[in-house]
């Protein structure tokens, strides 16, 4: 079964701090992983995606296959970084991306 | 707005009433996906379109629920006889087909329809 892990509901940090929001996941398989971020009234939306390795609004994420995580990192948090983050996972090659979310991590940035 | 668009917005319902929701996802795009959102978890995957075609469907997915994409355009999800346990946000999105070298496209989700079933 796939299944993805955010242990914290809510993580709150000052304008400044480093930031590291925790995803761990289970999947036999080579699995996609993603990071979703939803700001206050706005649509859930991909902020990064493991297969890019791109730097997105300052966030990377890298996937360790050892651990099964992919852990969200920004060294200097912004206050317009508050949002609701979700971790998802997509098995590959399955000829469709189903996701699978984690139940989200609260980021709470404050000045 | 070029983007997902659901309708409605809202849904007050009674128990045991039927409901319908409307999905029209971006234009070119030929894959379509119906999440559940309830309070306090991420979404959970219903249904998945490519085209026309309903090709995967979750458990989740009671008897009760049907999806639909008639013309591979707008898709309408249909819950007969609510109950309760169906108050949720249901979110509709969709993507290009499958990208190269078994990677996938970029899902662009709706704003939800979010439905209190009282």
């Known amino acids: 079964a796939q299944r993805v892990t955010q242990p914290e509901k809510l993580l709150s940090v000052f304008k400044g701090a480093p930031v590291e929001l925790k995803c761990n996941y289970s999947y036999s398989g080579s699995p996609e992983l993603f990071w979703y971020v939803q700001y206050s009234r706005q649509r859930l939306q991909l902020l990064l995606r493991h297969i890019s390795r791109e730097s997105i609004k300052g966030f990377t994420a890298d996937l360790n296959k050892g651990e099964t995580s992919f852990h969200l990192k920004k060294p200097f948090a912004q206050e317009e970084d508050s949002a609701m983050y979700y971790c998802a996972l997509s098995p590959m090659n399955t000829g469709f991306q189903k996701l699978v979310f984690g139940t989200g991590t609260r980021l709470l940035v404050s000045p | 707005d070029t983007g997902v668009s659901q309708n409605p917005r809202h849904k007050i319902t009674k128990r045991g009433q039927n409901v319908t929701f409307r999905c029209d996802p971006i234009s070119e795009h030929n894959r379509l996906y119906w999440y559940r959102q309830t309070l306090g978890q991420g979404p959970e995957f219903l249904t998945y379109?490519?085209?026309?075609?309903?090709?995967?469907k979750s458990r989740l997915l009671s008897d009760r629920f049907s999806a639909e994409r008639p013309k591979g355009s707008f898709s309408t999800l249909e819950i007969q006889r609510t109950e309760q346990g169906d108050s949720a946000m249901y979110l509709c999105?969709?993507?290009?087909?499958?990208?190269?070298?078994?990677?996938?496209?970029?899902?662009?989700f709706g704003p939800g329809t979010r439905l209190t079933v009282t």
């Open positions: 379109f490519q085209n026309e075609a309903q090709l995967e």
């Open positions: 999105a969709s993507s290009r087909g499958a990208g190269l070298a078994g990677g996938s496209y970029e899902q662009y």
